[in-house]
């Protein structure tokens, strides 16, 4: 008996069955939402490509992935046993009218097994040029079906700039309604992310310090220590702000900034997502020099290993203008956050990976203490930090022990693995659970990534448009390029970083 009943048996079809994303994240969430009793009895799961498999040999494929990526470790043989019968395999080129076919004809023999109407996931893990061939061909086997038990999932980029993200979401809507396509940022279903929604509308003491009158700035900075490795033909054409800040830093950002939702189901709390993203300071093409900054990095070393600069990475131009780095200054000209400026960075190759957003507030009025009693002043702090380390610290001031009276920041900290003996699920869990229970409150609408593309369409324009003279211009280990450093200190703020020990800095 599943967890939820409200979960129908479902058929879920992975496109990119045979790839990475498969065989790393969706697999063994899949295997995971089944050990801890979320899937329903009737399930069956078909992975895809042009890669000929039998069924069995595709079952000892995921069992080796299974192994090395799941988070409760290698499978264990009853557990497999049990999971394994639900796995099939079907050889198919999307490009091909009869892949279709086949697929509901093998939805039809499920159906005809467990007796009833089943639900049925595509999830689209392919790259995305495909998405469009797949959708067309979905939608023309399912015709008149309920809309509501076929669903599309849709892998990132959704997108290549504003124009092809529209052009996506006119083909999807003539093929399917909004209830039916559930675009993934994996981002939404980490646990600490989920959680931001909770600690501001789940506790009455945020709120009325939530706004321009008490907090100062906001940062967002998602850094990451690898290189883009063999991954250079999608990145080369992609780049940290597409493939980061379109997505994962503007859902983070509207996650801290929108205004409390009516309730929690997924189009209110979308509704005021949109409104962050429409409230955002447009730019001007003469502002971007002033508000963003890019970087590549240089060759270097990185705990102890040589690495190579992003143009010398396997396969790449070696005259490639993409950006491995990026930080943008954003307004949201409301009256929440009129003058609040909003940092956000992203990266790779640097001194460490770490998700952090940190808010910090504006100083006491007055200091009463006497200069010589603040020994480490600093205003106060709430410290999201989503990875590594899943934590919620609010740092203060209070006296240190002793008979004098000496100030110090300290922390309080919220921390998840000191507070839960439970292992957080994977963010694939969370998403995957939710598109079975036809939840979208943590997937993407169309009008909302369209809002994340034109925010940043100047800069992709401006960027494209006059190639860095001075890339590579950060060196692996680093925190970026020196202009990053200046964007903010120019306001009289730097960036903050959690130190490994979790301790602050
Ligand atoms: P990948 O390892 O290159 O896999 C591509 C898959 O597409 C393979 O299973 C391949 O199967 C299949 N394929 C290619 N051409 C096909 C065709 N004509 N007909 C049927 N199947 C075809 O790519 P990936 O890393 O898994 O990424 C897939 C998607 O997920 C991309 O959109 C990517 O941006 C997104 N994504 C990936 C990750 C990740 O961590 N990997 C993270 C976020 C998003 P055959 O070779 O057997 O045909």
New binding site residues.
Partial sequence: MPKNPNIKPTVFII???????????LSPALYNLFLDGWLPDQFAII?????R?TDEEFRTKLLADLNQFSRNGKARKEDWEKFAPHIFYQ??????PA?YEQFSQRIAAFEEDWKVPANVIYY?????E??PIIATGIAQRHPEDDPTRVRIVI???FGHDLESARALNKLLAQHFQECQIYR?D?YLGKETVQNIMAFRFANAIMEPLWNRNSIEHVQISVTEQLGVGE?TG?YDNSGALRDMIQNHLLQLLCLVAMDPPVNFTADEVRNRKVDVLRAMRRFKPEDVREAAVRGQYAAGWLEGKKVPGYREEKGANPASNTETFAAVKFFVDNWRWQGVPFYVRTGKRLHRSASIISIQFKDVPHIIFPAETGESWQQNRLIISIQPEMSIRLQVQAKRPGLDMMLNTVDMVFDYQGTYAAEAPEAYETLLLDAMLGDQTLFMRGDQVEEAWDLIMPILNAWQGRPSLSFPNYSADSWGPELAEALIARDGFHWFTLPLDGKKK
């Fill in positions: 496109f990119g069955g045979t790839g990475d994303l498969n065989a790393r994240k992975g895809t490509g042009r890669t498999l050889v198919a080129d999307v490009k091909t892949a689209l893990a392919v790259a995305p495909f998405f892998e990132k980029p993934i994996h991954r999608y």
